[in-house]
């Protein structure tokens, strides 16, 4: 079989179902695992170039989220499969669903195995209260998170969003009220890039007990936004960061 990935989350998934050799191309942002990179790049989210895809001729295009404009009507060579995961049974559901298609049921079962047994292994380690947190994936406008439903199998509580929702802007005064204990930043492309400054100088945002106590961190965004087998790595970082906020911080 040859596999066209047209999103991050899906390459890590044919990764880890180890059809990686049937993959034959990817998106230009499909760097884990770094050998992903190393694949034929077919442009990104929204500029797929659809005489490559067709020289490629593959037999499966997997999309994830954002359907390029190229392929909305394809008839080039290829069945095309559509993920589009909403919270976190999605993300096993589309596990699934990409196994099916790549002959690899078992392996996909035993993904999600082991992502539900280290989710539950986390619970008798959370913090001794809820963490309240703001989850931003985007910095201008900020952006709200609610990806699935990691914050609270670490063991906190999204002050802005809900499990299922889309990221979305807000007024200054909601999270003003909020009053987090601490700002989780995972900005889309910014890997391990950080810069504080660009959250902490923020106009009317130094009212904020998180700023005002230094409690913003940031974490790389493919281990929170990308909705795969990674996600149980960021859910450890997150209960990690909210174990160490209740460590250092008085409970009420």
Known sequence: MRIVSLAPSNT???YALGVEDQVVAVTR?????????????????INTDAERLKELAPDLILTSYFMPEPLREWTGPGKLLHVEPKNLWD???????????????????????????????????????????????????????GNWELVAIAGGEEVLAEVGQASHDFPLAALTVADPDLIVCHWCGWGER????RIVERPGWQDIRAIRDKQVYFVH???LNRPGPRLLKG?????????????NTKVP
């Open 221 to 223: 965004d493919s281990l």
């Open 12 to 14: 890590e998934i044919l």
């Open 235 to 247: 859910a450890l970082i997150l209960q990690r960061l909210f174990n160490s906020v209740v460590a």
């Open 91 to 145: 993300v096993f559901e589309s596990i699934r669903t990409i196994g099916e298609a790549v002959g690899a049921p078992e392996r996909a079962e035993a993904i999600v195995a082991r992502m539900k047994d280290g989710f539950a292994r986390l619970e008798p380690t959370a913090p001794k209260r809820a963490v309240r947190v703001y989850m931003e994936e985007w910095m201008e406008p900020p952006m709200a998170s």
């Open 194 to 197: 950080t810069d504080n400054k």
């Open 29 to 45: 942002f499909c760097d884990w695992p770094l050998e992903a990179k190393n694949k034929v790049q077919i442009g990104g989210w």
